[in-house]
């Protein structure tokens, strides 16, 4: 039966009542589920004053199914009873059966049967009357028709305790006629439309009352930003491998720890007002451990530790500027330093993903500012190979399989070499491994992404 038809078939026994009736016997009647009549008594007061329903709740006992199951085949101690044949049964075949350990317990309870412990073969069990009545099943039987009025609640009490009976509560209507009242359903419009205000037929039209108290459509929560997500997935991928995160809460940095502790020369053009934001207040920092500052000047000037130097007039007013970092190694050098101060070494493995900010022209691509990803790891009796493994356990939990490392020409570094990788649908970009200083293995990644960078640093075999 259509929502329509079920709709105009309630109303029209409504007609035919006095004073109302119950949604669940007019289901009854109509030969449909409650929740159908429900759902036409919704739709009817959606109409207007069509219908008037008031929701009551009344609770009735039903039979569980072990209940049902005992009102068809008898109760568990009338059919341990009319298992018994006249010579008796041994006690250990009752138990097998599904019925024997409740129904032998409660028909010995009835003094319906009784056990022998002195018979040939173990214990056996006899009949002690002729005939019983199952109480039980008759019980359930008034409720399964709908009698249970007729039951004390000490019975119903009981059988509920033997779960065979459960109380329900049920929700109906009581419904009855309002002042639109009428036995056909007619739809009511939802909008005023331009046709009908030119032609006037909205006159005749019945429309569907507002809902002030309706809710709103929910508004779309936040999202985490895509950089967030990239970033989160790499600092978990630096977890998984060990490494801890450095502290990256300083945007404004020294030129000396931004540049002259990577040993890069003052006179680089990367230092010039072009590339690097410069500070104007305070335009020059004044706290450095001096005797560190001394021996990279030093190597800057005269070379050493197996470099020739860059032999030029290094100047602290220069490497004094304060800028905003162009790059997060300027917290790697620092920890470097800060491992190197301790009396014992011990092998350490850092990470950091920060923004950093770079004097850029502003384009579709390109901002002044960026996130770096950096690693360092130190340790002695390291070799290129450590350093090509740990880039492959890297890309292998971002899921780039595919690596190719080629030797190439770097003018500060050396050995030098170049690191391609390629994933399916997304081009990646070049990765540029090598070995900074007697000491230092770098490797730097930059993808299409600005923000991707990777820089790794590991401490060479032989000890400074």
């Known amino acids: 039966m259509a929502d329509t ?9 409504i007609e035919k009542v006095d004073g109302g009736a119950d949604s669940l016997e007019l289901a009854n009647s109509l030969g449909v589920d409650h929740q159908v009549v429900v759902g036409a008594v919704k739709s009817l ?44 049964l041994p006690q250990a075949e009752l138990m097998k059966r599904s019925f024997g350990k409740i129904g032998f317990s409660k028909a010995m309870s009835n003094k319906w049967i009784r056990l022998d412990k002195s018979t040939e073969g173990g214990p056996r069990i006899f009949r002690t009357v002729e005939s019983i009545q199952d109480q039980v099943r008759e019980t359930l039987l008034l409720v399964q028709r709908g009698r249970s ?12 305790k ?36 030119a032609t006037g037929s909205w006159k005749e039209k019945k429309f569907k009352p507002y809902n002030f108290e309706a809710m709103g459509v929910a508004p779309d929560c936040g999202h985490l930003h895509p950089l ?63 005797d560190y500052l001394e021996r990279v000047k030093r190597v800057h000037s005269q070379g050493g530790y197996g470099s020739q130097g860059y032999k030029y007039d290094w100047k ?12 997060t190694t300027a917290v790697s050098a620092r920890m470097l330093y800060k491992l190197a101060q301790q009396e014992t070494f011990s092998p350490v493995k850092y990470f950091s993903i920060d923004r950093v900010f ?33 880039l492959h356990q890297f890309f292998t ?42 000491v230092l293995f770098i490797v730097q990644v930059n993808e299409s992404l600005r923000y991707n960078q990777l820089l790794i640093i590991m401490k060479k075999k032989e000890k400074p």
Not at 316 to 327: G, Y
Not at 401 to 430: D, Q
Request: negative net charge; charged residues 25%.
């Open 5 to 13: 038809g079920v709709a105009e078939a309630l109303l029209r026994q």
């Open 45 to 88: 007061q959606a109409l207007g004053d069509v219908i008037s329903a008031e929701l009551r709740s009344s609770k009735h006992w039903e039979l569980t199914e072990e209940g049902t199951e005992i009102a068809e085949q008898g109760s568990h101690e009338a059919r341990v009873f009319g298992s018994i044949p006249p010579e008796g």
């Open 149 to 160: 009025t007729q039951l004390e609640e000490k019975e119903k009490n009981e059988l509920k």
């Open 162 to 197: 033997r779960k065979l009976l459960s109380e329900v509560t049920v929700k109906s209507y009581w419904i009855t006629k309002d002042s639109s009242f009428s036995t056909t359903v007619s739809k009511q419009e939802t909008e005023l439309t331009p046709e009908m205000i």
């Open 228 to 290: 967030m997500k990239v970033r989160t997935q790499f600092r978990q991928i630096f977890l998984e491998m060990g490494f801890t995160e450095m502290p990256t809460n300083n945007f404004i940095e020294s030129s000396f720890w931004n540049f002259d502790s990577l040993f890069q020369p003052q006179q680089h053009p990367a230092r010039d007002q072009h590339d690097t934001f410069f500070l104007s207040e305070p335009e020059l920092a004044h706290q450095f451990p001096w």
């Open 316 to 327: 602290l007013e220069e490497a004094q500027k304060n800028i905003l970092r162009t790059h």
């Open 358 to 390: 770079r004097n850029e022209t502003l384009d579709a691509t390109h901002l002044a500012e960026f996130h770096q990803i950096e690693g360092v790891v130190a340790d002695y009796g390291m070799t290129l190979g450590d350093l090509m493994g740990v």
């Open 397 to 438: 939990k971002l899921g780039i399989t595919k690596l190719r490392f080629k030797p190439a020409y770097n003018p500060y570094t050396e050995p030098s070499m170049e690191v391609f990788s390629y994933h399916e649908g997304e081009a990646y970009g070049l990765l540029v491994a090598c070995v900074v200083r007697p």
